[in-house]
């Protein structure tokens, strides 16, 4: 595996911490709890977490932690480049882990880790890497360990929440990433996600929904061109035309003309 440690830290037991709603684009998160008890917020979604909890933030998914004040939070947290890997753990898993008996070993692992990092040692950089790996391949163990506690999300009911999002939404300039931060989703999620369902990505439906509704105007009504573009969100006609013909194979007008001619209003 292609791991890199970016940084390793604690908390301890602090019984006013928490860190507010963020995200980190270009790296995931593994956090340990080693004592106390809090609560986090991952994707949307709230956990109870408490000692021997092993936590999991892939790139690109909003999160943020809340101490007990009775029972303060105690942790390790840590940031991980895995450039090989698109995510630590797949996206309808659970991303909290119970170590339950595995606790001692998950500890040692991030105890080693922190010495490692804080020492700096003769090829230190060698034994992070390879702790990391070691650590990552029981982020694996667990996850299968702890299906029957996992809450797996329904993706096609997310798929259709989207769905539903581009219909209402279809004629503003949105990005995947607009999407994406939407649902407090990583972009690459919400594109799976969509096209597992769909067979289509989010854009390309908000652009057929759009050609869609150019297509039903241009044979309804004798506005022209450019006021259709105007209606459909395109400032400029010309760039709606060309996506109008590379899309059905022909210009607004000529779909128009083609389209009266063989049509009977009554």
């Known amino acids: ?24 684009q270009h790296f995931s998160e593994l956090i340990f709890v080693t004592k106390g008890e809090g609560v986090v917020t991952i994707a949307g979604e709230r956990y109870a977490v408490q000692e021997g909890d092993l936590l999991v933030y892939n790139k690109g ?26 995510m630590l753990i797949p996206f309808e898993c659970c991303p909290v882990m119970k170590t339950k008996e595995h606790k001692n070993t998950i500890q040692s692992l991030f105890d080693l880790l922190f ?17 990391l790996t070691v650590l990552v391949v029981w982020v694996h163990r667990l996850n299968k360990e702890n299906t029957t506690l996992n809450k797996v999300r329904n993706a096609e009911s997310l798929a259709i929440g989207i769905k539903e999002y581009l219909d209402i939404h279809y004629l ?3 990005t995947l990433q607009d999407i994406a931060t939407e649902f407090h989703l990583n972009p690459y ?33 004798k506005l022209k061109i450019s006021v259709i573009a105007h209606l459909l969100g395109y400032e400029n006609a010309n760039y709606f035309t060309i996506l109008f013909k ?21």
Do not use: C
Request: net charge positive; no cysteine; charged share 25%.
């Open 172 to 174: 503003r300039h949105l």
């Open 1 to 24: 595996m292609n791991l890199t440690l970016q940084y390793i830290g604690k908390v301890l037991e602090q019984p006013d911490w928490n860190f507010p709603t963020h995200r980190h």
């Open 115 to 131: 010495e490692e990092a804080q020492h700096k040692r003769d090829q230190y950089q060698q034994a992070t890497q390879q702790l």
């Open 189 to 221: 999620y919400i594109s799976h996600v969509f096209h597992r369902k769909y067979n289509d990505s989010p854009i390309n439906y908000i652009l057929n929904r759009r050609m869609a509704d150019a297509r039903q105007m241009l044979v309804s009504t």
């Open 61 to 86: 998914v909003i999160h943020e932690e809340y101490s007990s004040q009775n029972n303060p939070l105690a942790l390790y947290y840590s940031g991980i480049l895995h450039p090989d890997m698109e």
């Open 246 to 266: 590379r899309l059905m194979t022909e210009s607004p007008s000529q779909y128009r003309k083609r389209e009266l001619r063989e049509r009977i209003n009554l």
